[in-house]
């Protein structure tokens, strides 16, 4: 007989963290549901390494700030789940990882970037996992990924830390709203791999001041994706993985 694959939907899988996420619960032997935007390369380079870990794997590109998109994305789903080829049990886990960190000074921000961030970070979570809740089992768990930067004050990234700091109290809501078929979680990594705009000096220094006075390893942040599928006790929780930056 063959095998049969849970499946997992991963947003903003193609690279950074989403990429270790993804291939982390392929080892665990999830069938891979691949979102990504505009990282088709990288996208392909995953899809190839999760491909490689002998479970199923499925791109899918997709603009999160669109919610006709976001339709889009789940109906592909419902055909992947209704082709018995594919040999898929059910959405069994969703970790809405796909987020956006621009600079934006709160004195100077126009409302379009206001809007770009939290169309994101927050609205395509919870349509995501509001999406995912009628489809899924008992048992299933969302997965949001959220901040340390929830809990500080980062005037240079108000929109992210602000939509950060919403994501985890939706994260709450959702838990309550959807207990007790599906858990509802979050992970807040604190320093881990600096945004694309942040200078090389202002990274070390952040990092220096780390009760831990190190960068966070990608699988110190995966394994609490591993403990949250293995502790079904645990909801309406967020998870820091910090290294101390909440200490600060």
């Given at each position: 007989?063959?095998?049969?694959f849970?499946?997992?939907?991963?947003?903003?899988?193609?690279?950074?963290?989403?990429?270790?996420?993804?291939?982390?619960?392929?080892?665990?032997?999830?069938a891979?549901?691949?979102?990504?935007?505009?990282?088709?390369?990288?996208?392909?380079?995953t899809a190839?390494?999760?491909s490689?870990?002998?479970?199923?794997?499925?791109?899918?590109?997709?603009?999160?700030?669109?919610?006709?998109?976001?339709?889009?994305?789940?109906?592909?789903?419902?055909?992947?789940?209704?082709?018995?080829a594919?040999?898929?049990?059910?959405l069994?886990?969703?970790?809405?990882?796909?987020?956006?960190?621009?600079?934006?000074?709160?004195?100077?921000?126009?409302?379009?970037?206001?809007?770009?961030i939290?169309?994101?970070?927050?609205?395509?979570?919870f349509?995501?996992?509001?999406?995912?809740?009628?489809?899924?089992?008992?048992?299933s768990?969302?997965?949001n990924?959220?901040?340390?930067a929830?809990?500080?004050?980062w005037?240079r990234?108000a929109?992210?830390?602000?939509?950060?700091?919403?994501?985890?109290?939706?994260?709450?809501?959702?838990?309550?709203?959807?207990?007790?078929?599906?858990?509802?979680?979050?992970?807040?990594p604190g320093?881990v791999?600096?945004?694309?705009?942040?200078?090389?000096?202002?990274?070390?220094?952040?990092v220096?001041?780390?009760?831990?006075?190190?960068?966070?390893?990608?699988d110190?942040?995966t394994?609490s994706l591993?403990?949250?599928?293995?502790?079904?006790?645990?909801?309406?929780?967020?998870?820091?993985?910090d290294g101390?930056?909440?200490?600060?």
């Amino acid at each position: 007989m063959q095998s049969q694959f849970p499946l997992a939907l991963i947003t903003g899988a193609a690279h950074r963290l989403g990429r270790a996420l993804a291939l982390t619960l392929a080892r665990r032997a999830y069938a891979i549901l691949l979102h990504y935007h505009s990282s088709e390369r990288k996208a392909g380079q995953t899809a190839l390494e999760v491909s490689t870990l002998g479970v199923p794997v499925f791109p899918f590109r997709a603009d999160l700030t669109d919610p006709t998109q976001i339709d889009a994305m789940f109906g592909f789903l419902d055909t992947l789940l209704a082709d018995p080829a594919n040999r898929l049990t059910g959405l069994h886990v969703l970790v809405n990882s796909a987020a956006i960190m621009r600079t934006g000074d709160l004195r100077s921000m126009n409302l379009a970037s206001w809007n770009e961030i939290f169309d994101l970070n927050l609205r395509a979570p919870f349509l995501c996992a509001q999406s995912a809740f009628r489809r899924m089992k008992p048992g299933s768990l969302i997965v949001n990924m959220s901040d340390i930067a929830a809990e500080k004050v980062w005037t240079r990234y108000a929109a992210y830390t602000v939509s950060k700091a919403a994501l985890e109290s939706l994260t709450r809501l959702m838990a309550r709203a959807f207990a007790p078929q599906v858990r509802v979680n979050a992970i807040a990594p604190g320093l881990v791999l600096p945004s694309d705009d942040m200078p090389p000096e202002d990274w070390s220094r952040l990092v220096s001041r780390l009760p831990i006075q190190r960068a966070a390893h990608l699988d110190e942040i995966t394994r609490s994706l591993e403990f949250l599928l293995d502790n079904e006790y645990i909801t309406g929780q967020t998870i820091a993985v910090d290294g101390g930056y909440s200490l600060l």
